[in-house]
């Protein structure tokens, strides 16, 4: 197993945690312009729910693991995932352990999540949306 973390602009935080990773199989990066990449190796997002990154990880096709979101809209992404079944949701450091060792340890959880992803992304979702604007606007312009 490798991991990825994604520190971003946040030097003292990168350093640190790249101080604690040592020489295991964890990878500190800082900011990262392509994220899209690191997505497209992963099996597994660990992150909180924040929209562009539930968008990035649905569009990729990967599977979440969902702790620390903040209140309001972000718990509100939680539920969405959570109940599109498309993500894991962990409230304690603790359920956060459980989830990572069951979905690390249990590739049908993983499989279950990216089925899920499957049927909920809509990859010709803005053709769509332009194939309506152009339809309005012509029955708009007839008499």
Same mark, same amino acid.
């Given at each position: ?7 971003g602009?946040?030097?003292?935080? =990168?350093?640190? %945690?790249?101080? %604690?990773? +040592?020489?295991?199989p964890?990878?500190?990066? #800082? ?19 924040g #929209? ?19 209140? +309001?809209? @972000?718990?509100?992404? @939680? ?5 599109? #079944?498309?993500? %894991? ?12 060792? =069951? ?7 993983? @499989?279950?999540?990216? +089925? ?15 194939? %309506?604007?152009? @339809? ?8």
């Open positions: 197993m490798q991991a990825v973390v994604v520190a602009r946040d030097e003292r935080l =990168r350093a640190g %945690l790249a101080r %604690l990773a +040592g020489t295991s964890v990878r500190v990066v #800082g900011f990262v312009d392509d994220v899209r990449t690191l997505l497209g190796a992963a099996d597994l997002l660990v992150t909180k729910a #929209g562009m990154t539930l968008a990035e990880a649905t569009a990729a096709e990967v599977p979440l693991l969902l702790y620390g979101s903040l209140p +309001g809209q @972000e718990r509100g992404n @939680e539920r969405f995932a959570s109940r599109a #079944g498309i993500a %894991l949701v962990a409230r304690s450091r603790g359920a956060l352990r459980r989830l990572l060792d =069951r979905a690390v340890g249990d590739p049908d959880t993983v @499989e279950r999540l990216q +089925g899920s992803l499957r049927r909920l992304r809509r990859p010709d979702a803005a053709q769509h949306i332009v194939d %309506l604007v152009v @339809e309005q606007i012509a029955q708009r312009g007839r008499p």
